[in-house]
C-alpha cells in the first residue's frame, strides 16, 4: 500500500500536466458511470456522475419533447460506445475528435444534473436549507449560461399537470399577470375545475411560467420593461374602449354574445 501511495501521487503529478489525458479518463469513468449498470463499479478515478432521478414527476413529462431528445441523443452514443472493456473504450475516447469529446463529456455530466427544489429534512436527512439554497442558486446560474427557456423547450400550464393542483387565487394571478386584471375578474366566481380549464385557454401561448420556472435575470428584464410601460400609460391615459379592447373574454363568456358581437371581440 505505501509503494502503489508513491505511484498514485505520480500519477497525480502526471496526469495534472496532461489536460488531454485527463479528459480522456474522465470520459471513460463517466461513460461507466452513464451506460453501464451499477455493477460496473471500481476506477482509479474517484470523480463520478450519479443519475439523477425525478420521484415526483407530471405524467407527461416522460412523453414531453425534451426527454425525447435526451433520449435519442442518448441512444446515438451507446450506439456507437465499445462499452464493457475499458481497454477498447479508452482507445475509442482517445480517437474521438476534440468536438465529439466534449459533446459526450456534456451529455455524460447532463444526467448528474439536479435542480430539484426538495423537502428540507431538518432532521439531517437528505438536504439541508443551506445545501438547497446553493443548488437553487447554482442552478439559476447554469440555467442563465445555456439560455435555459422552459417556453422553447414545451411547458404550459394545463389543467391537469398545474392549474388544478394550486389555488384559486394563485389560477386567479396568474392570468391576471398574463392577460390582466379585467380578465381575471372575469373568472373569479368560478369553481375551482372551471376556473383552471378557463385558465388553461387564456394561458396557451401566452409564455407564462410559474415562478420557480422563471430565469431571475429575465424576470428583472421584464420589471424594467413594465415600469417603462406604467410611464408611457401615466402619461396618455387609456379610455374605456381602450380597456376593454384588451379583456380576453373566457369561452363561456363569447358563447353568450351574439354573433356579431362575438365575432368584433375575437377579431380585436
Known amino acids: 500500500m505505501e509503494l502503489t501511495a508513491h505511484r498514485t501521487l505520480a500519477l497525480r503529478e502526471a496526469i495534472g500536466r496532461s489536460p488531454d489525458v485527463a479528459l480522456t479518463l474522465l470520459l471513460l469513468k463517466l461513460v461507466n458511470d452513464t451506460f453501464r449498470s451499477s455493477g460496473a463499479s471500481g476506477s482509479c478515478l474517484e470523480a463520478s456522475v450519479r443519475p439523477v432521478y425525478m420521484s415526483a414527476q407530471a405524467p407527461d413529462l416522460k412523453d414531453s419533447p425534451v426527454a425525447k431528445t435526451v433520449d435519442d441523443r442518448h441512444a446515438a452514443w451507446e450506439a456507437d ?19 465529439s469529446r466534449l459533446a459526450l463529456l456534456a451529455h455524460c455530466l447532463s444526467f448528474g444534473i439536479n435542480a430539484l427544489h426538495e423537502k428540507v429534512n431538518p432532521y439531517g436527512a437528505g ?111 387609456l379610455g374605456a374602449a381602450d380597456i376593454d379592447a384588451e379583456i380576453d373574454l373566457p369561452a363561456f363568456l363569447m358563447a353568450d354574445l351574439p354573433v356579431e358581437s362575438a365575432a368584433m371581440m375575437a377579431a380585436e
Open 127 to 237: 438536504i439541508s436549507a443551506s445545501g438547497l439554497t446553493r443548488r437553487m442558486a447554482q442552478s439559476e446560474i447554469v440555467a442563465e449560461a445555456v439560455d435555459l427557456d422552459l417556453v422553447a423547450a414545451g411547458w404550459e400550464p394545463t389543467a391537469d399537470t398545474y392549474l388544478n393542483r394550486i389555488p384559486k387565487a394563485r389560477i386567479l394571478e396568474a392570468v391576471r399577470n398574463a392577460k390582466g386584471e379585467g380578465t381575471a375578474q372575469l373568472l373569479d366566481h368560478l369553481k375551482k375545475g372551471e376556473m383552471a380549464t378557463e385558465a388553461e385557454r387564456l394561458l396557451k401561448g401566452s409564455g407564462w411560467l410559474p415562478e420557480v420556472l422563471r430565469r431571475s435575470d429575465l424576470a428583472a428584464l421584464d420589471c424594467d420593461v413594465a415600469a417603462e410601460g406604467q410611464g408611457a400609460l401615466s402619461e396618455e391615459p
Open 81 to 99: 460506445l465499445p462499452l464493457g472493456d475499458d481497454a477498447v473504450l479508452w482507445d475509442y475516447l482517445s480517437a474521438l475528435d476534440q468536438a
